[in-house]
């Protein structure tokens, strides 16, 4: 089993940004693929970023692409999501998850943390 539990959310204005944590436990955390995803009231789940577990290659959702990044310190367990320029719609609760495979624009991964909100005011 893997525990992940996300830190960072809160409330910043428009063009502001945060940066998300998620740290992980249970499994060696250099062996996982690590995802973001969101969810906005009355929306469904909506893939955001992740990040493979061996070459560090990068993928990003098209509403976020050259405004968020993602990254991982295997050393910490942790992986982040840098977040810049935000948008009053990039409010949703954001969620990290976490699976052996990569799953792009996918929500097959094994595993989900609590969820973290982050609010956007225009």
């Known amino acids: 089993q893997v525990q992940l539990v996300e830190s960072g959310g809160g409330l910043v204005q428009a063009g502001g940004s945060l940066r998300l944590s998620c740290a992980a436990s249970?499994?060696?955390?250099?062996?996982?693929?690590m995802h973001w995803f969101r969810q906005a009231p009355g929306k469904e789940r909506e893939f955001v970023a992740a990040?493979?577990?061996?070459?560090?290659?990068?993928h990003y959702g098209n509403p976020v692409k050259g405004r968020f990044t993602i990254s991982r310190d295997n050393a910490k367990s942790t992986v982040y999501l840098q977040m810049n320029s935000l948008k009053p719609e990039d409010t949703a609760v954001y969620y990290c998850?976490?699976?052996?495979?990569?799953?792009?624009?996918?929500?097959?991964?094994?595993?989900w943390g609590q969820g973290t909100q982050v609010t956007v005011s225009s």
């Open positions: 249970g499994r060696t955390f250099s062996n996982l693929a």
């Open positions: 998850a976490a699976d052996l495979r990569l799953h792009v624009g996918s929500e097959s991964c094994d595993y």
């Open positions: 990040l493979s577990r061996s070459d560090d290659r990068t």
